[in-house]
């Protein structure tokens, strides 16, 4: 068998990240492709609509997106809307938090998964002298992981010590979000019905019990409600 050679390799695209439509209509997806010129990776969002494809431009270094797309870092993410017809993006309120998942409510909010750090789970909220305090505590703590709770590593989240992927509702217009969850609880999975979220998961500490409860979060209520799993469930 003839060994793959550095040409060869460039001219490989990769395809990754298939998403539909909200109404099934389209789907989009990231091609990646080799460019000696960077050293480097390009990658585009491309658009399947009506069995016909085209390029809707870069989508570097995030090489991710929703239908609500995004560019972020451990600390902050930043949404845009993509016209798929002009091509024109609009810019929201940047997000202080690392958001998974963002699903919408009927209200126009939304509500989305994010990945705390539940020894400082307010960061979201703090003004920017506020986050810039964090930021120099968490700069003196580089290269240093404290180590007090299992599982300490996660395949595609690192080291997960004291990081929880927790709930909250978010108007992307003016930026504002709550967390719904408490700092050490871990969200598994959630969903929506109108506007109500739906979420499973636990709070803990030093290590998961696997055990989950179910719970009902509407937006506009004060606290949730545990629907099943007062005794937990597997």
């Excluded at 460039?10 to 990754?16: I, K």
Aim: a negative charge; aromatic letters at 14%.
């Amino acid at each position: 068998m003839k060994e793959l050679s550095l040409e060869q390799f460039t001219q490989y695209t990769f395809l990754h990240g298939v998403t539909y439509s909200p109404s099934g209509r389209k789907a989009a997806f990231v091609n990646t492709r080799c460019e000696l010129a960077s050293n480097g990776y390009v990658s585009e969002l491309w658009l399947c609509e009506d069995e016909k494809l085209r390029s809707l431009g870069d989508i570097n270094p995030s090489r991710e997106f929703w239908w609500k797309d995004d560019s972020r870092s451990e600390k902050e993410t930043v949404f845009a809307e993509l016209d798929i017809e002009t091509l024109e993006r609009r810019l929201y309120p940047p997000l202080y938090m690392n958001v998974k998942k963002l699903l919408p409510l009927d209200c126009g909010k939304y509500a989305l998964i994010a990945r705390i750090n539940a020894l400082d789970p307010d960061y979201y909220a703090m003004d920017a002298e506020g986050r810039a305090a964090s930021d120099a505590r968490d700069a003196e703590d580089e290269g240093f992981i404290y180590l007090d709770e299992l599982p300490i590593y996660c395949n595609g989240d690192s080291y997960v010590n004291k990081k929880r992927h927790a709930l909250f509702t978010a108007d992307l217009e003016t930026g504002v979000c709550r967390r719904i969850t408490e700092p050490l609880f871990f969200v598994d999975y959630f969903a929506v019905e109108g506007d109500t979220v739906y979420y499973a998961g636990e709070a803990y500490s030093q290590m998961p019990t696997l055990s989950r409860k179910l719970y009902k979060y509407t937006e506009g209520d004060a606290e949730s409600v545990c629907l099943y799993g007062k005794d937990g469930y597997n």
